[in-house]
């Protein structure tokens, strides 16, 4: 079941028509006339779980489970080691239960090489699965992902969502690789952010509305049980930024996710609160349209023009984009509550 499902997953995906709004659009960039930075001087590296990656992008989790996904799983590994950035696999739950599958998420580390890998599982997964699941990929990371909305949208999806923060904190304290909560593009409200830091969740990566929306994925699948009136339903990815950055946890890192397409997306992205942000959607249309070249070209073209913007801003490097002055505009600024 697992198996196709992840398959369909995939093809739904493509068949999706509802456009969403991250609200990046309501975030104002100042330019700067007199940036006093050579464009070969912009450093985009950053740091990410203790190690060096080139530029503030995660390849968010999508796959895994049949020979498909382990298609996809190469290319996406492919792309991640030439620009040095890091990937997550999609969730081995599949691969926890039937071996058979292993092989299409050990792919990637075995062409990633000492890259960052980031393994993921689900709220009820047991700790000693979550530690099976690093092993299987030598996982730098494990990610939880938290998806309440597209698992009551499928109708053999999970009815029982009580005790996941106590399950969680179980994986945070009994896990040796640091633990990244994300939600799958329905956002991360700052009361989930407060809940999640109370029990030491250091990552949390908001994925929020605007991107990819499994509502519209899960009805595609299941087109009798209608459920259109729901797919305006989330947090847009930039409101849920500003009010878990808002929070002002030190040592939180955020990742920014849900909606991103293009260069000033992302930019946006970590001015406003990540220090990197993902893309699953877009990179996965880019690939399965175009090829891996086609998706090669997407990301070096996300490359160069962030860097085209950070000099646009003032920014020679990520630490200085961070703190580079914006202003919220429009439904946005009504929207955003910055209180603790
Ligand atoms: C996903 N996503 C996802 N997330 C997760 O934690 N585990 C998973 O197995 C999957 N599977 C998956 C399949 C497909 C086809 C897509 C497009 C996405 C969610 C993904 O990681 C991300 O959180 C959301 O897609 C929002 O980002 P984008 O797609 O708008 O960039």
Redesign the pocket.
């Known amino acids: 079941m697992r198996k196709y499902r992840k398959r369909e997953?995939?093809e739904n995906?493509l068949r999706t028509t509802y456009v969403g709004n991250p609200m990046f659009e309501d975030v104002f960039l100042y330019h700067n006339a007199l940036p006093d930075i050579d464009f070969d001087e912009i450093d985009t590296s950053t740091i990410f779980l203790d190690k060096k990656i080139s530029f503030p992008l995660l390849i968010?989790?999508?796959?895994?489970g049949n020979s498909f996904s382990e298609e996809i799983n190469n290319s996406l590994a492919e792309i991640a080691k030439t620009f040095n950035i890091p990937m997550?696999v999609?969730?081995q739950t599949i691969a926890l239960e039937d071996k058979d599958t292993i092989g299409s998420f050990q792919c990637a580390r075995k062409i990633i090489g000492d890259g960052i890998l980031l393994g993921?599982i689900n709220g009820h997964t047991s700790l000693e699965d979550a530690k099976r699941a690093v092993d299987m990929i030598e996982a730098d990371g494990m990610?939880i992902?938290l998806?309440p909305a597209q698992e009551l949208s499928m109708e053999e999806g999970d009815r029982t969502f009580k005790d996941v923060l106590l399950n969680i904190e179980k994986i945070v304290n009994g896990l040796e690789v640091p633990v990244i909560v994300?939600?799958?593009?329905f956002g991360i409200s700052k009361d989930v952010a407060k809940k999640l830091y109370s029990i030491g969740v250091k990552n949390i990566?908001i994925?929020g509305f605007?991107?990819?929306n499994?509502l519209e994925?899960e009805n595609l699948r299941t087109p009798d049980e209608d459920i259109s009136e729901l797919f305006g339903w989330g947090i847009p990815s930039a409101m849920s930024l500003i009010e878990v950055k808002a929070l002002e946890y030190e040592d939180l890192t955020i990742i920014g996710?849900?909606?991103?397409k293009n260069a000033l997306d992302l930019v946006k992205c970590i001015v406003i609160g990540a220090s990197i942000g993902?893309?699953?959607?877009?990179l996965?249309s880019y690939l399965v349209h175009g090829g891996y070249e086609y998706a090669h070209q997407y990301i070096e073209n996300i490359v160069y023009k962030s860097k085209m913007i950070m000099l646009l801003t003032g920014a020679k490097n990520i630490e200085e984009l961070q703190n580079v002055n914006y202003r919220v505009t429009g439904k946005l600024r009504e929207l955003v509550d910055y209180d603790k």
């Open positions: 997953h995939i995906y968010n989790a999508i796959t895994g997550a999609g969730s993921n990610q992902h998806n994300k939600e799958v593009g990566d994925s605007g991107g990819t499994f994925i996710s849900g909606g991103i993902a893309i699953s959607g877009e996965l």
